[in-house]
């Protein structure tokens, strides 16, 4: 079997590399033009895979890879992913994670319509939530520029299905975190900060709503639903998530908690990661998952967290092995100054005792 992974250089597209390898398949990754490579998460894998240059923004260049490759099953991964980043810039998201989509599913109508073709869609459409746990039924309400490329993307993936009779699924997943997640995003950002805490290299970090609540899980287990979904016999949709949810709150006290730290001394509330529109509540319902796919999520809220909290703390204390390999070391502080707020003309910043 031959795949094609886009977005191989992120966190799922190579957990999800990882798993195709183990099950015999070749595999092509298809990575946009940088000034410098950024391949850490697929170092230890380099040798076993093909990577190609290709960009969503670049219609002539996706059906070129998918001509010369002829993948059987194609993984769209690559997007914009960041939520913040979203109202930044509201129109490379859409160019990217809406339209990127369409680009991908009409170079496959022309180049391999025998493909099976999986979309990463995201529980961010569910956005204000109208249902609790939300299920496939359940409509969307995307609150920032990113849900809202999602929807698109997802909507028209089913059309292709309906329109062409692609095999075509979404996959509506959760969160889904691990020691190779972005330092963006709150739960590596909190155990990043948590263990270089510990190890006094920064004293305390700032993050935004604390209340938020996210339905959790680990991204290994995820990707290996994303495979499942493209081997049944007819292209559906299905939403991945534990059916558990936790506060960033609770995510602080278990990463801080897990090396003797109490998160009140050293999280600080900062105005501007507080975003123009909040998601508040995301729940999964993966009962479709459970008796469809056969898939349940191996991986608990707690043990993700101290998996992830161990990781960087071997990462920063340099003591880290096999995964210092597939993770790169950044300062978080030093980092996400510059990259993960949305500056306001009125930052305001609270210890919390
Ligand atoms: P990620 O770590 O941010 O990776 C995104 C990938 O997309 C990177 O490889 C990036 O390449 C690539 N990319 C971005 N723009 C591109 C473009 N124009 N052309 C080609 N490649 C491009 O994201 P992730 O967490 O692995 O998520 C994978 C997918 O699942 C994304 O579509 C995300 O929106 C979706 N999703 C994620 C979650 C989650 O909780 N992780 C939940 C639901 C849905 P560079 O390395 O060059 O930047
Ligand atoms: N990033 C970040 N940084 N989030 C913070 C912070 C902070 O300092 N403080 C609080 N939060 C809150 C956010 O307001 C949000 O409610 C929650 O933590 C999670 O934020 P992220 O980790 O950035 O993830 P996300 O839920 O916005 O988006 C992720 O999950 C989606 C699936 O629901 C991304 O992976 C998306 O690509 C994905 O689709």
Same mark, same amino acid.
């Given at each position: ?24 398949? @070749? ?15 697929? @170092? ?55 339209? %990127? ?38 409509? =969307? ?5 990113? %849900? ?16 062409? %009779? ?7 997943? =959760? ?57 049944? @016999? ?43 529109? @909040? ?21 608990? =809220? ?52």
């Amino acid at each position: 079997m031959r795949a094609l992974i886009t977005g191989i250089t992120g966190q799922d597209g190579s957990y999800l590399a990882d798993l195709l390898l183990s099950k015999g398949y @070749e595999i092509c990754g298809m990575v946009r033009r940088s000034s410098l490579e950024n391949f850490g998460r697929i @170092e230890h894998i380099r040798d076993q895979i093909t990577l190609v240059q290709g960009d969503l923004l670049d219609s002539s260049s996706l059906e070129k890879i998918l001509r010369d490759f002829s993948p059987d099953e194609v993984y769209n991964l690559a997007a914009q992913s960041f939520v913040p980043t979203s109202w930044e810039q509201p129109i490379l998201t859409g160019e990217f994670t809406a339209l %990127g989509v369409t680009r991908m599913l009409e170079a496959i109508r022309q180049a391999c319509p025998q493909a099976r073709f999986y979309q990463a869609s995201s529980s961010e459409m569910f956005g204000k939530v109208r249902e609790v746990p939300q299920k496939e039924s359940t409509p =969307f309400h995307p609150r920032s520029p990113y %849900g809202v490329s999602k929807v698109y993307g997802h909507y028209i993936t089913i059309n292709a299905r309906e329109s062409y %009779g692609l095999f075509a699924v979404s996959g509506i997943l =959760f969160n889904h975190e691990s020691p190779r997640r972005g330092l963006e995003f709150v739960t590596r950002k909190v155990t990043h900060a948590a263990a270089s805490i510990k190890l006094g290299m920064q004293s305390y970090v700032e993050l935004g709503n604390l209340d938020s609540r996210r339905d959790w899980g680990f991204a290994g287990d995820y990707v290996d639903a994303m495979w499942r979904m493209l081997q049944q @016999e007819t292209a559906e949709d299905y939403v991945i998530a534990t059916g558990q949810t936790h506060e960033v709150r609770d995510l602080c006290k278990v990463a801080f908690g897990d090396l003797g730290l109490d998160y009140r001394d050293h999280v600080r509330i900062n105005t501007d990661y507080i975003r123009p529109a @909040e998601v508040d509540l995301l729940i999964g319902d993966p009962s479709k998952a459970k008796n469809r796919l056969g898939w349940t999520p191996a991986v608990t =809220f707690e043990e993700l967290v101290r998996m992830m909290v161990r990781s960087d703390y071997d990462l920063l204390s340099g003591r880290a092995g096999q995964s210092k390999k597939t993770t790169k070391i950044v300062r978080a502080d030093s980092l996400l100054k510059s990259t993960d707020k949305i500056i306001s003309p009125k930052t305001k910043v609270e210890v919390l005792r």
